[in-house]
């Protein structure tokens, strides 16, 4: 499995369009842990081009705070999950929860 995660200063970006960078996080399914993480820099914000993006780096999840409802859609379309209303948190914390069944999530504050 692998996991991206919009981020900005290193913690989850609260607008996933406006991220800096993603954490690219890959995970051992079976053991439910880690196996590496890397950063990789997006191309520029225009859309659909994030969705395709992500789906060209193997992702299977994608972890954000707000999400617009066409990006979910070309996500779904790409068969990538999405988990919107994360709240704020590194990128090891985030997949963690996740991976436990506890990850926090509320409302997507993203309403475009």
Same mark, same amino acid.
């Given at each position: 499995?692998?996991?991206?995660?919009?981020?900005?200063?290193?913690?989850?970006?609260?607008?996933?369009?406006?991220?800096?960078?993603?954490?690219?996080?890959?995970?051992?399914?079976?053991?439910?842990?880690?196996?590496?993480?890397?950063?990789?820099?997006?191309?520029?914000?225009?859309?659909?081009? $994030?969705?395709?993006?992500? +789906?060209? &780096?193997? !992702?299977?999840?994608?972890? *954000? %705070? #707000?999400?617009?409802?066409?990006?979910?859609? $070309?996500?779904?379309?790409? +068969?990538? &999950?999405? !988990?919107?209303?994360?709240? *704020? %948190? #590194?990128?090891?914390?985030?997949?963690?929860?996740?991976?436990?069944?506890?990850?926090?999530?509320?409302?997507?504050?993203?309403?475009?």
């Amino acid at each position: 499995m692998r996991i991206a995660i919009p981020l900005a200063q290193g913690q989850l970006c609260q607008h996933f369009g406006h991220c800096e960078e993603f954490a690219i996080v890959d995970v051992n399914s079976q053991e439910k842990c880690v196996s590496g993480i890397h950063r990789e820099v997006p191309p520029p914000h225009a859309p659909g081009v $994030l969705p395709q993006w992500l +789906g060209q &780096q193997k !992702v299977n999840v994608v972890i *954000a %705070g #707000g999400m617009g409802s066409r990006a979910q859609t $070309l996500f779904a379309e790409n +068969g990538i &999950q999405v !988990v919107t209303g994360a709240t *704020a %948190g #590194g990128p090891e914390e985030i997949v963690a929860a996740y991976l436990s069944g506890t990850l926090q999530t509320g409302a997507n504050i993203c309403d475009h």
